[in-house]
């Protein structure tokens, strides 16, 4: 690590001691004439919870989806564990994808699957363990994501919002991934189910040492469980620091966002 | 931060201390090599017969849920064996997760039981049986909530749905005449082939036009229409009004106080009875045109003599016994398709289950029917 070099237009600082478990270097991303990502750059560190806020319709998701490699970039260089994603061999990328987790807006449990074979499918595809093994690990997670052990049998159209949620999470989980991705994961939660979520997902991050990338628009989760926050405004990252940093800052839509009435009411 | 293929493998080493037994963990105990460490958990138990076990962690590489909860699961073992297990040199994170694996026990593993005996083949004829009571009633149901929606509509007309019904007309119709033409027009041509082959060996060749001309106005082109039109938009209507099904579309109308028959069934099976007979008579006129073509050109009958032949075989009943049927033929694959789509429930796979259901049901039935309309019409004579 001593020979370790900065890339170009990053300033060597405090934060870049700590290392790097996902860089976005110009991120360019756009539909038809319409850009929606512009020369973005972005960095996640290792064992941080970065949540990741914007207006309804600046391309939180569509930045999400383009480091997952679900849409396509125009520009720009995206390297998650040190391995650049356009670079990367299927078996390589291969590998990524066992490491990273991923909890869609929606749940996207396999509607045919139960709750604990969605848990097992990334097991069963990827670790070739046995059944009682897999078994005795999905319940685990089921447990550790605050599930009742009757959901293990059941199927996602049978379960609450928060349970789809929570089994998702589960699934995402089920490899003990180092990074995990989170759309706006408390989102149709009551303010109970919400602060439960944003506990687990403190105490995960402190058990397995897991690094959080956030989609969320909670306030709540904003203030008790994100080291940093990324404000996605114009095409671009308008703002990367703490919420300290968010209360000082004079932009004028991260000002109406976190000292709005809104967000004023809630201390 | 090359993390990718170093893994360094699981080991497991043993020293006799005194009256304890110290077991040197080292290694990544994680989910990838979890086979390897429980292989290796199960040996070291089995071999282990000692009043006092350490266990030593601060040799330990990587550790995660899969690696802690194999520690876990083998150090009750040992405990329940009667040894006394010393837990040395934990980290901190360590220790947090182990803490965290020990808060939650799953419950023991069971075997999925799925024996089969001759219970299992009575059990699954009868629940195949009421299945079937209960499609029964379902479509007696809608049948019913349909006469009860059409008395409505004769009195309010305006609430009948003209535009809904162009759309579905749209769809079933106009969109299908192209691959029915088409299929039809090829079947004309081949039983014109067919029964040519044969007939020219009593040189009556000349009766292949009287074959077509009934068999296809009677039976081939209404049957056909109706199975490609099972297959092409009943199962359409089990797809949408599954899928409507699935994200509560269905219940939104409810509560909205629309009445689904009336919104959805209704147009859907109006279009459908409309375009079935002009789909069938399509078909009739494709398959008498390949017929035709394949007559003059394997048979050599010009198409004169293949109309004025043909005018003498059949008569206006010979094509009313066929379109007669195609309305009857319509109201079934319209109204199992829409029962099927109903019973679609929450997953992908129980809509794609009903649509298939769907598509049987109403092909086995429509021939069914067919049958029926056979013995009907010998009883009367036509």
């Known amino acids: ?267 | 931060m090359a993390l990718f293929n170093d893994m360094i493998e699981p080991r497991c080493a043993t020293r006799h201390d005194g009256e304890r037994v110290v077991l040197i963990l080292s290694g990544d105990w994680i989910i990838r090599s979890a086979m390897d460490c429980e292989a290796l958990a199960e040996q070291i138990c089995n071999d282990l017969r000692a009043a006092v076990v350490a266990v030593d962690f601060s040799a330990l590489g990587r550790l995660d849920t899969a690696g802690a909860w194999i520690l876990h699961k083998f150090r009750g073992r040992i405990e329940y064996s009667g040894a006394r297990v010393q837990v040395v040199g934990v980290s901190e994170e360590h220790r947090l997760l182990l803490n965290e694996v020990d808060a939650h026990h799953p419950p023991p593993f069971v075997p999925d039981n799925n024996r089969t005996s001759i219970v299992s083949v009575f059990d699954s004829t009868g629940r195949a049986v009421v299945e079937a009571w209960r499609d029964f009633i379902a479509i007696l149901h809608i049948l019913g909530s349909l006469s009860a929606v059409v008395t409505t509509v004769l009195f309010q007309p305006k609430r009948l749905r003209g535009i809904a019904i162009a759309v579905q007309f749209d769809k079933t119709c106009i969109g299908a005449v192209p691959i029915v033409a088409l299929m039809s027009f090829l079947i004309g041509a081949i039983i014109s082939q067919q029964g040519g082959f044969y007939l020219r060996q009593f040189g009556a060749d000349l009766f292949v036009v009287d074959l077509a001309g009934v068999l296809v106005l009677r039976e081939i082109g209404v049957l056909l229409t109706a199975i490609m039109v099972a297959g092409r938009s009943g199962s359409a209507f089990t797809a949408e009004l599954g899928a409507m099904k699935m994200q509560e579309e269905i219940d939104a109308l409810h509560v909205i106080g629309l009445n689904v028959t009336e919104v959805l069934i209704l147009p859907r099976l109006l279009a459908l009875m409309a375009a079935v007979p002009v789909l069938a008579f399509v078909s009739d006129i494709a398959a008498l045109t390949g017929a035709g073509l394949v007559s003059w050109s394997y048979l050599g009958i010009p198409p004169q003599a293949f109309i004025s032949r043909l005018q003498d075989a059949v008569t206006m009943q010979t094509f009313l016994v066929g379109m007669v049927k195609a309305p009857f033929m319509a109201l079934i694959i319209g109204l199992i398709a829409c029962v099927e789509g109903l019973k679609v429930g929450g997953s992908a796979d129980s809509l794609g289950r009903h649509t298939t259901m769907s598509v049987v049901k109403a092909i086995f039935l429509v021939i069914v029917v067919d049958g029926l309309f056979a013995i009907f019409f010998a009883a009367i004579n036509v």
């Open chain 1, 1 to 267: 690590m001593s020979t370790f070099t900065h890339p170009a237009g990053i300033e060597p600082g405090e934060a870049t001691a700590r290392p790097k478990i996902l860089t976005a270097r110009g991120v360019t991303v756009g539909f038809g004439n319409k850009l929606i990502l512009e020369n973005l750059d972005l960095d996640v560190y290792r064992g941080e919870v970065l949540g990741f806020v914007g207006g309804s319709g600046t391309g939180k998701s569509v930045l999400m989806r383009s480091i997952l490699g679900l849409t396509p970039r125009r520009a720009g260089r995206i390297e998650v564990f040190g391995q650049d994603l356009d670079t990367a061999t299927s078996d390589e990328r291969n590998l990524i994808e066992r490491r990273w987790g991923v909890l869609f807006q929606q749940g996207a449990l396999f509607s045919s699957l139960t709750v604990k074979q969605n848990i097992q499918v990334p097991m069963r595809e990827y670790m070739g363990l046995s059944q009682v093994l897999m078994d005795e690990l999905a319940w685990l997670k089921l447990e550790l994501v605050g599930l009742p052990r009757d959901a293990a049998d059941k199927y996602p159209s049978e379960l609450s919002g928060g349970m789809v949620k929570r089994a998702s999470l589960a699934r995402a989980l089920a490899l003990d991934p180092d990074l995990v991705f989170l759309d706006e994961p408390t989102s149709g939660l009551d303010p109970i189910g919400a602060a439960a979520f944003d506990k687990l997902i403190a105490k995960l991050r402190e058990t397995l040492g897991l690094t959080v990338y956030m989609v969320t628009h909670d306030l709540d989760s904003l203030h008790s469980i994100c080291d940093r926050i990324a404000v996605l405004g114009e095409r671009r990252v308008l703002l990367a620091g703490t919420i300290e940093d968010m209360m000082a800052s004079d932009y004028p839509w991260i000002e109406a966002y976190f000292r709005g009435e809104r967000a004023l009411r809630r201390v």
